[in-house]
DNA sequence: TGCTATTATAGCACATGTGCTATAATTATT
DNA sequence: AATAATTATAGCACATGTGCTATAATAGCA
């Protein structure tokens, strides 16, 4: 049996840019109009994975978030127009 | 006994966005003077993974993309500069 | 040509991202 | 306050990202 964690597999969780993202998605989803329901129904995104985005409980993917600047319309160096903070 | 996607769930997977950051994170790694192996080592992910992402097999997580741009040392407007092509 | 460094593949196990559905909590509107 | 709109949580199932290890393929270089 197994216990959570035996071995020494680190895996990244990133808190700080993950945080910093999820400020800058509500951002610029709020600036270019979107309510979380509409950026989901128009990307094809669950609006749950938005709310979790924006609440900073997960680490999406690239493809989520190239989805998601598709459909906001904005820039990659827009979405990411941000500092992402060191690590702690 | 359920088969593969029997039922409607769509994931998105971008291919030609994930394609796009492949060439860009190449570029940027080289132009910084890392291999990947170097690279692998100082942002402490697995080697296996930075060639997964510059072959562009798989579709990485925000956290691991932070790793690598604190790593290389540049900024996210940096990284992500580039066009990102539209969905097919 | 061989040797070495570098990059790419492969397979496994585990952790977790995502869609879906439902519900709760919060915020805006009248 | 009451209602509606919006955002946040929760739990499940499935797909897949990631670390690890090993090996193969390729590229540089003597």
């Not at 964690?5 to 597999?9: C, F, G, H, K, T």
């Given at each position: 049996m197994k216990t959570q964690?035996?071995?020494?597999?680190k895996l990244i969780f990133d808190n700080e840019g993950i945080k910093a993202f999820a400020i800058q998605l509500k951002k610029i989803r709020e600036r270019e109009g979107f309510t979380q329901s509409q950026l989901a129904f128009e990307s094809g995104l669950s609006l749950s994975q938005i709310a979790r985005i924006e609440t900073a409980r997960i680490n999406p993917t690239l493809s989520t978030v190239f989805t998601l600047a598709r459909t906001l319309n904005v820039t990659l160096p827009d979405l990411f127009n941000f500092e992402l903070p060191p690590k702690v």
């Open positions: 964690q035996e071995n020494d597999r």
